[in-house]
């Protein structure tokens, strides 16, 4: 029986010392924080991968060092499991608890418990792929997760500097080799490929759409669109805007999918470019999420998020399903979280299944599966669409009575390659997307048409623990602190068609307000009022108190 290789790990964590005084803790997507403290906690991810590899018995185990919307500074890891999927629940409580251990020795004895625990064969291979986003702490980083798979003997490959969904995919396709399940060749042209290959027979006789701007949020997701255009050529023209890799502090500011998100308006730098009813769109830090809009004839900004892509999505699939004669047979169902625009739930539950589960995309992506297409998406932009394997399997082998039925069928199989089943990917998405503008004629006028945003604002409120707030009802209400989620009714019925929660971020430490109401200026004053009752029930320094809180 194999043992934990203690003098290897002991010799190479005491270069990698933890700490004092910080709390790691697997959140939403990982271990995210400062960078620069983050050393220790890639060492022991290292060795974490190497475990959960052997743990499946060698089956390869991705890590992406990212901290994705975040500010420059930041910077963050999180473990993918073989079918490019997010990592097991339970482990994220052993990855948490393994980098607590404030020493090598009570390192060592985590690991121990952890192999025990876990029931963990050591002479098991381990195999792992590991990438980085561009930001300037991602490289010292990735040397400190290489000690950890060092000191384990894991065989490593490195990906290098690329998207969060590209590695991904990696996963997948390197799990799937040779298999009847093969997702793909495992190489970054392999994904460029496979996505572009399917986009042009997706888009083809279909008439050119007008160019579409890109902002990259000078991140990763710059060096893989610039790629993706060329594999594009003139089935699509891109322009990449936003692509300054390098130039220090550029990352996610004043640009970026979350930018757009959180402040309603059209990145600076794009002002000068975008035409008026013209489509443009924003990547985050890793190209995970994605956001279109457009700016009107009156320069009046419009947001295109996550739920009007859900919502032109499911009904692109669901009008295939029919087109192919399967109308029953395949159910189409979409998941979104609370901060799932009202208008946007109403408009799909009007029309198809609609499930609403806590923030992360790792319970959006487990909630989907159990449709048999499941789209989901959170309204911040990250998503994709699901497909059973055995949807997959009747789409392959069902025989179309029509050619009409045919072509729907062929449409549905060349999505399947489309999207990256893996995981939220904002190129992919795009590509989504753009087919079905293509097909269905829509500008971005059109599409935004589908239903009106309820007015809504998102608000960040810093406090001194946001641990000490817990929620209930898929992160609608608040359970503790005590007495808080009845002062946030008493607030909410003030206002017509008001709706407002409050939870704890898993990538910042911050609490988020969100608020909904008829009228906008209603929306804001609701969220900024919540915002003052969480500053005020936990105790913050009155002399700190945000202005705008009322
Ligand atoms: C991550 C997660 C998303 C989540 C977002 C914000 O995104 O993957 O599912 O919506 O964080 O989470 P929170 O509100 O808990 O901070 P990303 O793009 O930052 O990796």
Redesign the pocket.
């Known amino acids: 029986m194999a043992a934990l290789p203690v003098d290897a790990i002991s010799e190479l964590s005491n270069l990698h010392p933890k700490p004092e005084h910080i709390h790691f803790q697997y ?3 990982g271990f995210r924080t400062l960078g620069s403290t983050l050393d220790s906690v890639l060492f022991r991810v290292g060795i974490l991968a190497a475990l959960r590899s052997k743990k499946l018995d060698g089956k390869v185990i991705g890590v992406m060092v ?5 500010p420059e500074p930041d910077n963050g890891v999180k473990l993918v499991d073989p079918r490019g999927e997010m990592l097991e629940n339970s482990w994220e409580a052993h990855a948490t608890h393994v980098a607590a251990a404030p020493t090598t020795a009570a390192l060592i004895e985590s690991l121990s418990h952890l192999v025990k625990h876990a029931k963990i064969d050591l002479s098991k291979p381990a195999r792992v792929v590991y990438a980085r986003d561009t930001r300037p702490s991602g490289a010292s980083l990735v040397k400190a997760l290489e000690d950890g798979l060092k000191a384990m003997g894991a065989e490593t490959r490195d990906a290098g500097v690329t998207t ?1 969904p590209i590695l991904h995919y990696l996963v997948r396709c390197m799990n799937t080799k040779g298999t009847k399940e093969e997702y793909g060749d495992d190489s970054e042209e392999g994904y460029m490929a496979k996505l572009s290959g399917a986009f042009k027979k997706l888009v083809t006789g279909k008439s050119a759409l007008p160019p579409l701007i890109i902002d990259c949020a000078n991140g990763v997701g710059a060096l893989a669109a610039t790629v993706l255009a060329s594999h594009l050529g003139e089935t699509l023209h891109i322009i990449t805007l936003n692509d300054s890799t390098t130039t220090p502090g550029a990352l996610n500011n004043a640009c970026g999918a979350d930018y757009v998100k959180t402040t309603q308006r059209l990145p600076p730098s794009l002002a000068s470019y975008i035409q008026p009813g013209q489509r443009a769109c924003s990547l ?1 830090g ?1 190209a ?2 994605l956001m279109y809009y457009y700016a009107d004839e009156r320069g009046v900004f419009h947001m295109l998020d996550g739920d009007k892509i859900a919502a032109l999505v499911a009904a692109f699939i669901v009008e295939l399903v029919k087109g192919a004669g399967l109308e029953g047979e395949i159910n189409v169902g979409v998941v979104q ?1 609370a901060y799932a625009n009202g208008a946007s739930t109403k408009y799909l539950s009007e029309r198809l299944p609609v499930k609403c589960v806590p ?3 790792k319970h ?1 992506h487990h909630a989907a599966e159990h449709y048999d297409v499941g789209v989901y998406f ?1 309204a ?1 932009g ?1 998503g994709t669409v699901l497909f059973s394997p055995e949807t997959q399997e009747r789409l392959s082998s069902h025989s179309p009575q029509t050619p009409a039925q045919s072509t729907a069928i062929n449409h549905l199989l060349n999505l399947i390659s489309l999207i990256n089943q893996t995981v ?1 990917d904002a190129l992919s998405d795009m590509l989504l997307v753009e087919t079905v503008l293509a097909h269905k004629s829509y500008t971005a006028v059109e599409w935004d048409s589908l239903y009106a945003d309820m007015p809504n604002r998102l608000v960040k409120v810093v406090v001194k623990d946001r641990n000490i707030f817990k929620t209930e009802d898929a992160e609608r209400r608040l359970v503790s602190p005590v007495g808080l989620q009845g002062k946030i009714d008493e607030l909410v019925r003030r206002y017509e068609g008001g709706r407002s929660f409050v ?1 704890p ?4 430490d911050v609490v ?1 307000v969100y608020a909904e109401a008829v009228v906008k200026t209603q929306a804001d004053e609701l969220a900024f009022r919540v915002a003052g009752l969480v500053y005020d029930e936990t105790g913050g320094d009155p002399a700190k108190r945000p202005k705008e809180f009322i």
């Open positions: 959140g939403t997507a990212t901290a994705s919307h975040n969060t985050d890793d995970d999420r979280t923030t992360g995309v959006l959170e911040n990250h939220g939870r971020s898993g990538t910042e988020r």
